[in-house]
């Protein structure tokens, strides 16, 4: 009884990875109007892919069948070539790369943007500081600087009113 309960289980385990595959192919009719299964994706020469794998039946379009479409259509006068110093017949980029290049552009602006967020925050902290600082010297608060030596030195009049004016015109430099 264990003996077969043990090939039942193995029987199961066996059509379940044998179907898997079976959805993993790509499906198409090439140029002859044959019909053409293969676990690649079609070169240009593909008319219209009716499965692919992970997609819907006739929802992958590559990208060789539109310009072959179009190339039945009427030709347009070509613009005169721009000098960019990339080949003339280079193919366009994959899917696959242009994603990532967009998915690098968007890291990009996220981490600058992020930058810019912590430059005003930090900004703004010191600005803060800078007038509590301003606040102080204006009411009259008991205020010190370090010395030479280290050790602190309170500010007299004198001395407060020009660090109240070197305070001030810091804050309209930095913080206006």
């Known amino acids: 009884m264990k ?3 043990v ?13 898997v595959p079976a959805h993993a192919y790509w499906q198409w ?29 006739g929802e992958y379009q590559p990208v060789e069948s539109a310009s072959a479409e179009s190339a039945n259509a009427p030709a347009a006068v070509p613009a005169p070539a721009k000098a960019t110093g990339k080949a003339k017949d280079a193919p366009p980029p994959s899917p696959d790369e242009a994603f990532q290049k967009r998915r690098e552009s968007r890291l990009k602006a996220a981490a600058e943007e992020a930058r810019k967020e912590t430059e005003a925050a930090d900004r703004e902290a010191r600005c803060a500081q800078l ?23 309170h500010l007299n ?20």
């Open 3 to 5: 003996r077969s309960s």
């Open 7 to 19: 090939l039942c289980v193995l029987a199961a385990a066996v059509t379940l990875t044998a179907s």
């Open 29 to 57: 009719r090439d140029a002859n109007g044959r019909m053409v299964y293969s676990d690649v994706p079609p070169s240009g020469a593909a008319a219209r892919v009716l499965r692919a794998p992970g997609r819907l039946a």
């Open 131 to 153: 007038r509590n600082y301003a606040t102080g010297l204006q009411q009259g608060m008991r205020a010190a600087v370090a010395g030479p030596d280290g050790s602190l030195q």
């Open 157 to 176: 009049s004198e001395q407060r009113q020009a660090e109240l004016v070197k305070t001030s015109a810091s804050l309209d430099k930095n913080c206006s």
